[in-house]
């Protein structure tokens, strides 16, 4: 196994459990990948993931590796899930659950829409059911499997899944707030609500009726929980290891090759780096699948973590997204033109309201993100940089945060590329209908037997749950492997 990120701690857990011999090298010295850890000043800052959802598949993979999650990680509800701030001075709070959620809409847009959500509720359900066993949690041999069976097929036709993302919510709710609190999360995948399928909504699904979470210790505690589990069933993690080349023979890989001449066999291996350069760097000879060459990639974004004197503005909550007047206009500049948001919305976290133990006695942690272009945008990072982190800094604290740090961190598109992630977006392929499932750079390639992806590269794509899930089919994939030996 080579990295440590989520995917590949997921497929260890999962090998390890069937009986595998596992060994993981990462590079860095600490699981976790894009969900690092920043440990400065008596600050405890989580450098990605912060919106943390479908905790059922976190406890999946627990269990995957024989262990309990309780055991390993404790898991709070955030509510409000999101305080969503809106440029003409409103908010709402989206909170955790149906009827609170409806009480919520019921005060700030009316009854009708609180009525509708219970509906919309229902339709993100039925999707999610459809789409899960059907299209994301499987293994895609060919372009025509996505139709066998046809059925699942038919029925998100049915349910309206090949409309178009941002239609099907407003004919669900009349209030444009609304629209956008139920339609952002398409910018997760990489598109616009306007130009996204409405099958995407699964990733609404997600927060909105599965809820958002936060792990005491911060989100660091979900690699460091798993990576405890995998070994204690016996996977070997080594790391400050980098590998350097995969080693193969006429029949298949027989290895790794490690920076300092070390080389370590196996029947299989599973690569973890994000899927464009683990082709590059460790697979020389053999291209990378035309869309992970030629597609296109997700936008990027920019983020400034800050340890600070004094405390939040009135009202603010765990997480609280500060959206700016222009909706259609930002994604058409992030997406069209490469360009940054002309009037940005942004997400501001402050993980010490949840966890007062990331920052020292009176201190308070801000994460702060920007969506931005990837490096096939615009924008020229390393003339922009000073000057677009000083706007941010400015904007937030302009919407009253303390901003007067004491340590802090930036992070841009050029700084993501350079820590391994092609285009400089933490976000890989957008999930363009034809960038997803058997569309998707597939976890095995017939040209090299015995080699087996994982991550959000691959399938089924982007995010903690879907990089757990590439975990569970990279394993399966294994297990193929292994009933097919080598001739
Ligand atoms: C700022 C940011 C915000 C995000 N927000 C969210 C969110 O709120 N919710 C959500 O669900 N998702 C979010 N994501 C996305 C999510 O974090 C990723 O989809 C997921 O963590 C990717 O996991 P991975 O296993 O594919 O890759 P990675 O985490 O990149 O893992 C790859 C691993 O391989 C290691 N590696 C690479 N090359 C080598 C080598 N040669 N030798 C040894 N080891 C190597 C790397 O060090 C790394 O540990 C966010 C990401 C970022 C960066």
Same mark, same amino acid.
């Given at each position: 196994?080579?990295?440590?990120?989520?995917?590949?701690? #997921?497929?260890?857990?999962? /090998?390890?459990?069937?009986?595998?011999?596992?060994?993981?090298?990462?590079?860095?010295?600490?699981?976790?990948?894009?969900?690092?850890?920043?440990?400065?000043?008596?600050?405890?800052?989580?450098?990605?993931?912060?919106?943390?959802?479908?905790?059922g598949l976190i406890a999946d993979t627990f269990r995957a590796a024989g262990a309990?999650? =309780?055991e390993h990680l404790t898991l709070m509800p955030v509510d409000p899930m999101y305080r969503a701030c809106f440029a003409d001075g409103t908010v709402i709070h989206v909170r955790h659950g149906r009827e609170a959620m409806s009480a919520?809409?019921?005060?700030?847009?009316?009854?009708?829409?609180?009525?509708?959500?219970?509906?919309?509720?229902?339709?993100?359900?039925?999707?999610?059911?459809?789409?899960?066993?059907?299209? $994301?949690?499987?293994?895609?041999?060919?372009?025509?499997? $996505? =139709?066998?069976?046809?059925?699942?097929?038919?029925?998100?036709?049915?349910?309206?899944?090949?409309?178009?993302?941002? #239609?099907?919510?407003?004919?669900?709710f009349a209030d444009e707030r609304l629209q956008r609190l139920f339609s952002f999360q398409a910018m997760y995948a990489g598109l616009s609500p306007f130009d996204a399928l409405a099958l995407y909504c699964v990733i609404t699904y997600m927060d909105t009726v599965e809820g958002v979470y936060f792990p005491v210790g911060g989100m660091h505690a979900v690699p460091r929980g798993l990576a405890a589990a995998a070994a204690k069933a016996g996977a070997t993690l080594r790391y400050g290891v980098t590998v350097e080349a995969v080693t193969r023979s006429s029949s298949g890989v027989t290895g790794v090759a490690l920076a300092g001449g070390e080389t370590v066999a196996a029947d299989a291996v599973v690569l973890n780096p994000d899927l464009p350069y683990a082709y590059?760097?460790? /697979?020389?000879?053999?291209?990378?699948?035309?869309?992970?060459?030629?597609?296109?990639? #997700?936008?990027?974004?920019?983020?400034?973590?800050?340890?600070?004197?004094?405390?939040?503005?009135?009202? =603010?909550?765990?997480?609280? $997204?500060?959206?700016?007047h222009q909706w259609a206009e930002s994604f058409d500049a992030l997406l069209k033109r490469g360009e940054t948001q002309?009037?940005?919305? $942004? /997400?501001?976290? #402050?993980?010490?309201?949840?966890?007062?133990?990331?920052?020292?006695?009176?201190?308070?942690?801000i994460y702060v993100l920007e969506p931005t272009p990837n490096l096939d945008g615009n924008v020229n990072w390393v003339a922009r940089r000073d000057l677009f982190k000083a706007g941010l800094v400015e904007r937030v604290a302009a919407l009253g945060y303390p901003t007067d740090a004491e340590v802090e961190r930036f992070v841009d598109p050029a700084d993501w590329e350079r820590q391994g992630m092609a285009r400089g977006t933490p976000f890989a392929l957008a999930h363009n209908f034809f960038q997803t499932g058997p569309f998707r750079p597939n976890n095995v390639d017939k040209r090299l037997p015995g080699v087996v992806f994982v991550g959000s590269g691959t399938v089924p794509g982007v995010g903690v749950p879907m990089v757990l899930l590439s975990g569970r089919l990279g394993a399966e994939r294994v297990d193929e492997l292994a009933a097919s030996p080598r001739s």
């Amino acid at each position: 196994m080579v990295g440590a990120g989520l995917g590949g701690l #997921s497929a260890a857990c999962h /090998l390890v459990g069937r009986g595998h011999e596992v060994v993981v090298l990462e590079r860095a010295d600490v699981p976790g990948g894009r969900a690092g850890l920043w440990d400065v000043g008596g600050y405890r800052f989580d450098t990605g993931p912060s919106v943390l959802t479908m905790t059922g598949l976190i406890a999946d993979t627990f269990r995957a590796a024989g262990a309990d999650m =309780a055991e390993h990680l404790t898991l709070m509800p955030v509510d409000p899930m999101y305080r969503a701030c809106f440029a003409d001075g409103t908010v709402i709070h989206v909170r955790h659950g149906r009827e609170a959620m409806s009480a919520e809409i019921h005060q700030t847009c009316g009854a009708g829409e609180a009525a509708t959500f219970g509906r919309f509720c229902d339709w993100l359900t039925d999707l999610y059911r459809l789409e899960l066993p059907n299209f $994301i949690d499987r293994n895609f041999d060919s372009v025509l499997s $996505i =139709a066998r069976p046809l059925r699942p097929l038919l029925s998100l036709v049915r349910l309206g899944g090949f409309k178009k993302l941002a #239609s099907a919510v407003s004919s669900y709710f009349a209030d444009e707030r609304l629209q956008r609190l139920f339609s952002f999360q398409a910018m997760y995948a990489g598109l616009s609500p306007f130009d996204a399928l409405a099958l995407y909504c699964v990733i609404t699904y997600m927060d909105t009726v599965e809820g958002v979470y936060f792990p005491v210790g911060g989100m660091h505690a979900v690699p460091r929980g798993l990576a405890a589990a995998a070994a204690k069933a016996g996977a070997t993690l080594r790391y400050g290891v980098t590998v350097e080349a995969v080693t193969r023979s006429s029949s298949g890989v027989t290895g790794v090759a490690l920076a300092g001449g070390e080389t370590v066999a196996a029947d299989a291996v599973v690569l973890n780096p994000d899927l464009p350069y683990a082709y590059r760097d460790l /697979l020389g000879d053999v291209a990378a699948p035309r869309v992970a060459r030629r597609g296109h990639y #997700s936008p990027s974004c920019a983020v400034w973590l800050a340890g600070v004197k004094g405390s939040l503005p009135e009202g =603010a909550t765990h997480h609280n $997204i500060h959206f700016g007047h222009q909706w259609a206009e930002s994604f058409d500049a992030l997406l069209k033109r490469g360009e940054t948001q002309p009037d940005p919305s $942004i /997400l501001v976290t #402050s993980p010490t309201v949840s966890d007062p133990s990331l920052a020292p006695e009176g201190r308070t942690s801000i994460y702060v993100l920007e969506p931005t272009p990837n490096l096939d945008g615009n924008v020229n990072w390393v003339a922009r940089r000073d000057l677009f982190k000083a706007g941010l800094v400015e904007r937030v604290a302009a919407l009253g945060y303390p901003t007067d740090a004491e340590v802090e961190r930036f992070v841009d598109p050029a700084d993501w590329e350079r820590q391994g992630m092609a285009r400089g977006t933490p976000f890989a392929l957008a999930h363009n209908f034809f960038q997803t499932g058997p569309f998707r750079p597939n976890n095995v390639d017939k040209r090299l037997p015995g080699v087996v992806f994982v991550g959000s590269g691959t399938v089924p794509g982007v995010g903690v749950p879907m990089v757990l899930l590439s975990g569970r089919l990279g394993a399966e994939r294994v297990d193929e492997l292994a009933a097919s030996p080598r001739s």
